[in-house]
């Protein structure tokens, strides 16, 4: 599967985005998807992930309350809608697919495909 994420940009404090991963081919409601994020300097970490029929989420503790994944299988493309958001969330944000469809993966090397990336920056 190939992803293709989209919707970054540039954001006051407090203000939203809603992040789009786009996913071809026809077997996208078999993944589980995640996403992640790395500012400079750091490590690749888990923002949030949800099950293949999207019933299922889990979210890292930073963003729990502001940000909310969610899916149309119809439409192969997973969202992130991030609200109040803060200089610390600014970062590289990447979408991935993990094929077994286990949605409860939270580390990076779980995931079997990626997206390219998109950037988020948060100004104070």
């Known amino acids: 599967v190939q992803l293709q994420a989209s919707g970054g940009g540039l954001v006051q404090t407090g203000g939203s985005l809603r992040l789009s991963c786009a996913a071809s081919?026809?077997?996208?409601?078999?993944?589980?998807m995640g996403w992640f994020r790395q500012a400079p300097g750091q490590e690749r970490v888990f923002v949030a992930s949800?099950?293949?029929?999207?019933?299922?989420?889990n979210y890292a503790d930073s963003v729990k309350g502001r940000f909310t994944i969610s899916r149309d299988n119809a439409k192969n493309t997973v969202y992130l809608q991030m609200n109040g958001l803060k200089p610390e969330d600014t970062a590289v944000y990447y979408c991935?697919?993990?094929?077994?469809?286990?949605?409860?993966?939270?580390?990076?090397?779980?995931?079997?495909?990626w997206g390219q990336g998109t950037q988020v920056t948060v100004s104070s």
């Open positions: 991935a697919a993990e094929k077994s469809g286990d949605y409860y993966y939270t580390v990076s090397h779980e995931y079997d495909y």
């Open positions: 949800i099950s293949r029929s999207g019933r299922n989420t």
């Open positions: 081919g026809r077997t996208f409601s078999s993944y589980a």
